[in-house]
């Protein structure tokens, strides 16, 4: 898998986690569970470089 491939997929996995995450009532186990992920996504993204001013709908 290419750098590139792999950027694309990590952003695509934040953004349905994010739709996940809007689902589910926050505090709730699943939803501390998902944030888990989307912090570690979060920091990959943002030090590969990637703005996600755009696409992070959670913003915590």
Known sequence: ???KELMQKN???FVQLQ???LLADKGSE???AMKVR???LKV???SSGINLTE??????
């Open 1 to 3: 898998m290419t750098e």
């Open 19 to 21: 739709s996940y995450m």
């Open 44 to 46: 990959i993204l943002t």
């Open 11 to 13: 952003v695509e996995e």
């Open 30 to 32: 699943v939803y501390e």
């Open 38 to 40: 989307y912090n570690t």
């Open 55 to 60: 696409i992070d709908r959670i913003k915590e």
